[in-house]
Every structure is written in C-alpha cells, then in structure tokens.
C-alpha cells in the first residue's frame, strides 16, 4: 500500500510560482508512475501531468503543457511539480495520484490508471 501526501500548495497572484510536492509512505514511489490531476470549483477532475517511474517520460495537459514542468526525486521518494506563470484558471484542488507497475502500457491521462490517490492540496491564483 502507497500513501501519498500532497503539499506545497496555498494562494498566489497570477503570474506567480508554486511547487507541489508528492511524498509517498508505506513503499518507495520509484517503481511507480505518478499523476497529478486538478478539480476546479463546479468542474470535474482532469488530468495535469504525469511522470513514468523512471522519470524519462512526461505527460502534459493541453492547459498547463509550457508552464508546468514534472519532476521526481526516487531518493526521496517524492515527485515535484513546477507551476509558473499560473493563471486565475488554475486554482483548483491538486492530487497527487500513483499507479502500481503494470506489464501493460500504461495510459496516464486517464484517472482508472492509476490505484493510490492523496488527499489534494488547494492552490487558488488571485487576479
């Protein structure tokens, strides 16, 4: 079993930065891949971005893709994302999701992919 716990997240001004971390307990995220989706108030959860286990390949949402950058640290078990430039249509609560490692490929847009998810972390961008 993974635990992941979201951090890092809080009120910006627009144009503004923000790193999001993604720590993982119980077993070590470096086999794993690892997504982040948002919930924006009154809309359902998309996909942001996501990161195979070995960090070679990422994955952007056409809404953040140039301004979110994706990154992990298997020594610390922990994956980053970098969020620049960030818009008022970026607030939204941000979870941190992990998918167990898999023969099969592995489709990370899509939120059935994944099997342990955190709590979120609220990041509102102020105009």
């Known amino acids: 079993q993974v635990q992941l716990i979201e951090s890092g997240g809080g009120v910006v001004q627009a144009g503004g930065s923000l790193r999001l971390s993604c720590a993982a307990s119980?077993?070590?995220?470096?086999?794993?891949?690892v997504g982040w989706f948002r919930r924006a108030p009154g809309k359902a959860r998309e996909f942001a971005a996501a990161?195979?286990?070995?960090?070679?390949?990422?994955w952007y949402g056409n809404s953040v893709r140039g301004r979110f950058t994706l990154s992990r640290d298997n020594a610390k078990n922990t994956v980053y994302l970098q969020m620049n430039s960030l818009k008022v249509e970026d607030t939204a609560v941000y979870y941190c999701?992990?998918?167990?490692?898999?023969?099969?490929?592995?489709?990370?847009?899509?939120?059935?992919?994944?099997?342990?998810w955190g709590q979120g972390t609220q990041v509102t961008v102020s105009s």
């Open positions: 990161i195979i286990w070995s960090g070679e390949s990422t």
């Open positions: 119980g077993r070590t995220l470096s086999r794993y891949g």
């Open positions: 999701a992990a998918a167990d490692p898999r023969t099969v490929p592995w489709r990370p847009l899509f939120e059935y992919e994944y099997d342990y």
